[in-house]
């Protein structure tokens, strides 16, 4: 199971305390941020995406969204998200429970600079119903994710 990988790596990493399951889904930034008891923007979501050289993870805060501008000045084309039949078999990990730890050869991560407006992000690890508690650094080492500017923030918190 994909949970045992994430959790060896996070072990690894001595980070495997901070794994957190839940007897309620945490599939959504809203249900996530319900079962942690924190605020949305904590949630570090998860954006699957498949470009022309394979899978992306674009890892953001809970309430940013993807600025397709952006994306494409980066990746030089427009961003697909993964159709949802497809999410489990190119990145490892079911639909809502996608997260940058544990990925198959090739599906690059990407950290977008939102989420270092908190000291400690939420990203799921692997299923639907669980998370782990990091700080943004702690989810870089973990990742080898590259820090990037790909989305922005609701005009509240700009």
Not at 108 to 117: A, G, P, Q
């Amino acid at each position: 199971m994909r949970t045992e990988a994430v959790r060896a790596q996070l072990a690894a990493r001595g980070l495997g305390d901070r794994y957190r399951e839940f007897t309620v889904s945490s599939a959504t930034v809203a249900l996530a941020a319900e079962a942690l008891h924190c605020e949305a923007g904590r949630i570090a979501k998860t954006l699957s995406i498949l470009t022309a050289t394979g899978p992306v993870l674009v890892v953001a805060m809970g309430l940013a969204r993807l600025d397709n501008r952006k994306f494409k000045d980066l990746f030089h084309e427009k961003a697909r998200f993964i159709p949802v039949e497809d999410v489990e078999r190119l990145t490892g990990h079911p639909q809502g429970g996608v997260c940058p730890f544990a990925l198959p050869e090739g599906v690059r991560v990407f950290l977008d600079e939102s989420l270092r407006r908190y000291d400690v992000v939420y990203p799921a690890a692997g299923a639907p119903n669980n998370a782990v508690q990091l700080t943004p650094d702690e989810l870089a080492a973990v990742t080898g994710g590259q820090w990037v500017d790909l989305c922005k923030l609701p005009e509240e918190l700009a």
